[in-house]
């Protein structure tokens, strides 16, 4: 049984890319392995949150979790800040990484450019990162592409600090899942989707209602060219449509350009909508039921109750390991 950690932001709504991308692929990981799905709260204030907003987005994310098939009884869910090893982890990280591969980093590149002031939160975010994963033995991250960088760094730290001290850690790998790893923007199909995104077009949301998507799905950019076929280059936008349809419905690509050969992107477009409505919908009714109900607070105590035993462990040992404190306890 391997152990598994993955941790997501609670900055915005999830979106579809998010689900069919990771929520949707960790259901099936929890029945063979032992799970740990954590609410980053910690990484989300690296850039300004208002407090109120954060607050709700924490309790909004825990409940899409369990909505999307995440079971207590056989996963840990709990929130970042609550297991204060986190963050005391993250400082003796910090200590043996160095600002030459921090300053690296793709995304602090990116979050960091044209600002005046930048915070050293949005530097050190991945020794914290490494922290998150290092603390419970973790062997696999199902991670985007986009946290690959991040990854290697953690590899990097969990090897720096065995060798330097002791061999406290297990370096873990990265899980991509297969297909779905990347569902592009509705308006610019060669951009990522993204919940960031500033046009509400390009972005369908997990929450989005009936409404909401079948209009963003009858917006999304396609081409003059009435052929539904799959090829990336040409037809970017159709094949984005046609990865999210196959991925909810369940269908494989080559069965769907068959199934619409001769028709309009008008017919193809609506059957794309009706499966993404589908898909989500019982997704949205359990998350409604979960979101103010008791039910939901005693998980999360459970699950920080279990994060923290287990986390401690990890970090006495490394306190040891590095000469903190006055020894055993």
């Known amino acids: 049984m391997a152990t598994i950690f993955s941790g997501i932001q609670p900055t915005n709504t999830p979106t579809l890319g998010n689900y069919l991308g990771a ?57 970042q800040s609550e297991v204060p090893a986190h963050s005391q982890m993250a400082w003796m990280l910090q200590c043996v990484s160095y600002i030459g591969e921090l300053e690296r980093m793709t995304q602090f590149k990116d979050k960091s450019r044209g600002k005046e002031a930048v915070t050293a939160g949005l530097l050190t975010y991945p020794p914290l990162m490494a922290a998150d994963i290092l603390l419970y033995g973790t062997d696999m991250v199902p991670v985007g592409d986009d946290q690959k960088q991040h990854m290697e760094l953690t590899r990097n730290l969990a090897e720096r600090f065995n060798r330097k001290y002791n061999d406290i850690f297990t370096v873990p790998d990265v899980y991509i899942p297969p297909v779905g790893a990347r569902i592009m923007s509705l308006v610019e199909p060669t951009k990522k989707m993204s919940k960031s995104d500033e046009n509400q077009k390009a972005t369908i949301l997990v929450l989005d209602d009936e409404k ?40 494989s690509i080559d069965q769907l350009v068959a199934e619409y050969d001769g028709k309009g992107y008008g017919d193809f477009k609506e059957a794309v909508a009706e499966s993404v409505v589908k898909t989500l919908k019982p997704i949205q009714n359990t998350y409604y039921d979960l979101l103010e109900s008791e039910k939901l607070d005693d998980i999360l105590d459970a ?27």
């Open 23 to 79: 929520l949707k692929n960790f259901a099936p990981l929890q029945d063979e392995n032992d799970c740990y799905f954590c609410i980053v709260d910690q990484h989300a204030i690296t850039v300004p949150q208002d407090r109120l907003k954060l607050k709700q987005n924490i309790r909004s994310l825990a409940a899409l979790y369990l909505a999307c098939g995440i079971d207590p009884e056989k996963s840990t869910l709990f929130i």
């Open 212 to 251: 909401q998507i079948v209009k963003k799905i009858k917006s999304a950019t396609t081409d003059s060219d009435q052929s539904i076929r799959y090829d990336k280059a040409e037809k970017p936008g159709v094949s984005n449509l046609l990865d999210i349809f196959s991925l909810c419905s369940g269908k």
């Open 303 to 329: 699950g920080a109750e279990k994060a923290n035993r287990v986390a401690q462990t990890t970090l006495k040992k490394a306190e040891r390991a590095m000469g903190l404190g006055r020894g055993k306890r």
